[in-house]
């Protein structure tokens, strides 16, 4: 089943931000945009499974600036922030960063950003598509602590796929290969100043450059990466969907918050619901926003759950347009929020919400789609590399191997 290109235009006018890198873009020829965090987000440059290749094969750089920083600080930053979530951040050193949720009073995930800690009392929390500001804001406006939260003047990018650390090398010298997966450090490059996260969306080896002073030094950061990237076949993608779904990598607003649909109860799913659960640590002596409820549902169980499937039928080029129904006996028992073809699998992979008693390993699935029926079958998720054993690599070791 192929999927075209969207075909309607989107509009480029003043409402909508424009990243610090947006007038790249059309250089690069991007043929796409979504709009994610208020911003034009470039989606494709090239045809996605030519993307893809470019990935897995060699370095890519992506635009993320729709990850637009909240930044706490103040005497009481750690204090709020440890409120946010409910992962345990004594447990987050200065210098780390964690994958963590935000959850609502009733233990819905309301966004899943990647949290960096800059300082005993400096956090940012690049946030996916959510007004996770405003909510800080509110909490703070209510509370009795001494916080500050504004978003500051920084755009990331992304460096993504094996030769991105030759690459990180060439910009920033061996001492980069030192920062250990999901841990991060500062610098200056000719001027600019950066922080650099052993991060990113694609479970390969890779990094995220969030450029400080974004508005003024966005050209030069692109520009800067092109020149020393060129020797590494460095090529300009957009997120390449393909390969987050084969690392498990879930994406709010398709595979979390679920309420944009006619089969969602327009109810947050909860992050049991989702398979995270490891970012909730009930124990912790701490409070957060949605404690009880978590404890709740920890004991109660759920009846729904997001697995991973793989789906039978022509191969899923592009994007879905609408979710795809699971079905049983003429009924919609629940919805597949992302698939697609997976090149190297050579097998439509996704993830689907279904009933919890369909949600064990091998349950056989009815999806429906443009073209009819297709059979789907429950597996494990990531669908490559589980352990992610390749984003997580002793960077230098490979190095010292290699010379």
């Not at 007038?23 to 994610?36: D, E, L, P, T």
């Not at 950061?221 to 300009?236: D, M, Q, R, S």
């Not at 002596?285 to 404690?291: L, P, S």
Request: aromatic content about 10%.
């Amino acid at each position: 089943m192929g999927i075209p290109y969207d075909v309607p235009k989107i509009h480029m006018y003043t409402r909508i931000r424009k990243s610090p890198y947006f007038y790249a873009h059309k250089r690069h020829g991007v043929q796409s945009y979504s709009v994610c965090n208020r911003m034009y987000h470039p989606r494709h440059y090239d045809d996605p499974i030519a993307e893809y290749w470019k990935l897995v094969n060699d370095v890519t750089l992506w635009d993320v600036a729709v990850e637009r920083q909240v930044d706490i600080t103040g005497p009481d930053a750690f204090e709020f922030t440890n409120m946010l979530t409910p992962r345990d951040l004594t447990k987050c050193e200065v210098g780390q960063c964690k994958f963590a949720l935000n959850t609502d009073i009733d233990g819905g995930i309301i966004n899943n950003p990647v949290l960096l800690r800059l300082g005993e009392n400096h956090f940012w929390l690049s946030v996916a598509d959510g007004d996770v500001l405003l909510w800080a804001k509110g909490i703070a406006g209510v509370s009795d602590m001494d916080v500050q939260i504004r978003e500051p003047d920084v755009a990331p990018v992304q460096i993504q796929g094996p030769k991105s650390r030759d690459l990180m090398v060439d910009l920033f010298g061996d001492e980069i290969l030192d920062i250990r997966y999901y841990w991060m450090a500062e610098y200056r490059l000719d001027g600019m100043d950066v922080v650099v996260s052993r991060t990113g969306y694609s479970g390969e080896v890779g990094y995220e450059i969030y450029l400080k002073n974004a508005s003024r030094d966005g050209m030069k950061l692109w520009n800067k990466l092109l020149e020393v990237g060129k020797p590494h076949n460095l090529a300009v993608i957009g997120p390449c969907q393909i390969r987050r779904v084969e690392a498990g990598i879930l994406s709010y607003g398709s595979d979390i918050a679920l309420d944009n649909n006619s089969f969602s109860d327009y109810g947050f799913l909860n992050p049991y619901e989702v398979g995270l659960e490891y970012t909730v640590d009930l124990d912790q002596e701490a409070d957060f926003i949605g404690k009880e409820a978590l404890k709740r549902i920890a004991a109660e169980g759920v009846k729904r759950k997001v697995v991973g499937v793989e789906i039978g039928g022509d191969p899923i080029i592009g994007y879905i347009e609408d979710y795809l129904p699971v079905v049983q006996d003429g009924e919609q028992i629940g919805q597949v929020s992302s698939a697609f073809y997976s090149p190297r699998l050579k097998k439509n992979i996704g993830f689907a919400l279904v009933p919890i008693e369909y949600a064990d390993l091998g349950t056989e699935l009815t999806v429906g789609t443009d073209i009819g029926e297709a059979v789907a079958r429950v597996v494990e998720k990531p669908f490559i590399d589980p352990k992610k054993e390749t984003p997580k690599a002793d960077l230098r070791k490979t190095l010292e191997s290699i010379g």
